[in-house]
T-cell receptor
Framework: DAGVTQSPTHLIKTRGQHVTLRCSPI?????VSWYQQVLGQGPQFIFQ???????GRGNFPDRFSARQFPNYSSELNVNALLLGDSALYLC???????????FGPGTRLTVT | GQQLNQSPQSMFIQEGEDVSMNCTSS?????WLWYKQDPGEGPVLLIA?????ELTSNGRLTAQFGITRKDSFLNISASIPSDVGIYFC??????????????FGSGTQLTVLP
């Protein structure tokens, strides 16, 4: 079975631009979570969606938004990019139970 | 953002040696998870723990969910070169209808010397 897939793999943007990252969960998983991982740190929670509804939001500014589609895939949008948004963006999917989250390979975003 | 206290930050060990790392939190968690991350890749789930006091093994890996629900440890026995990577603990606290968000430790960088 295919794992969590993310696209694109790498992305270079300029400050002030907008970016959209995409995630497809493991087949049968209805929950998708997004995390930001800055170099040298553990991932930080951004959003979680379950059955197309937002279940939780981490401590990130309103420039970050997300949505989940009827096929349970998800998009993470970031507006007005800052240099500090440069990071590895990870998507994870899970079943309602057990509460294990499985991660994709991530999208490496570089803001110049 | 909040991160768990994970130690040690890095370890250099000889091939064949055993490794131990731990994670502590000021908050109670319902689930503890341990992940391994290789450079440029996403974290891979190694072990999941669901009950206080639970001891779970996965091959050469053994992890325990602390009795207080505020800590967990991971042991790797007889290390091999492919054990090299960054190991993360993650705690999950939730109530009905809430997000199942993970709070991660800062990671333990493991280097295995031949």
């Amino acid at each position: 079975d295919a794992g969590v897939t993310q696209s694109p793999t790498h992305l270079i943007k300029t400050r002030g631009q907008h970016v959209t990252l995409r995630c497809s969960p493991i087949s049968g998983h209805k929950s998708v979570s997004w995390y930001q991982q800055v170099l040298g740190q553990g991932p930080q929670f951004i959003f979680q969606y379950y059955e197309k509804e937002e279940r939780g939001r981490g401590n990130f500014p309103d420039r970050f938004s997300a949505r989940q589609f009827p096929n349970y895939s998800s998009e993470l949008n970031v507006n007005a990019l800052l240099l500090g948004d440069s990071a590895l963006y990870l998507c994870a999917s899970s079943l309602p139970y057990p509460y294990e989250q499985y991660f994709g390979p991530g999208t490496r975003l570089t803001v110049t | 953002g909040q991160q768990l206290n994970q130690s040690p930050q890095s370890m250099f060990i000889q091939e064949g040696e055993d490794v131990s790392m731990n994670c502590t939190s000021s908050s109670i968690f319902n689930t503890w998870l341990w992940y391994k991350q290789d450079p440029g890749e996403g974290p891979v789930l190694l072990i999941a723990l669901y009950k206080a006091g639970e001891l779970t093994s996965n091959g050469r890996l053994t992890a325990q969910f602390g009795i207080t629900r505020k800590d967990s440890f991971l042991n790797i026995s007889a290390s091999i070169p492919s054990d090299v990577g960054i190991y993360f603990c993650a705690g999950q606290a939730f109530s009905s209808g809430s997000a199942r968000q993970l709070t991660f430790g800062s990671g333990t960088q493991l280097t295995v010397l031949p």
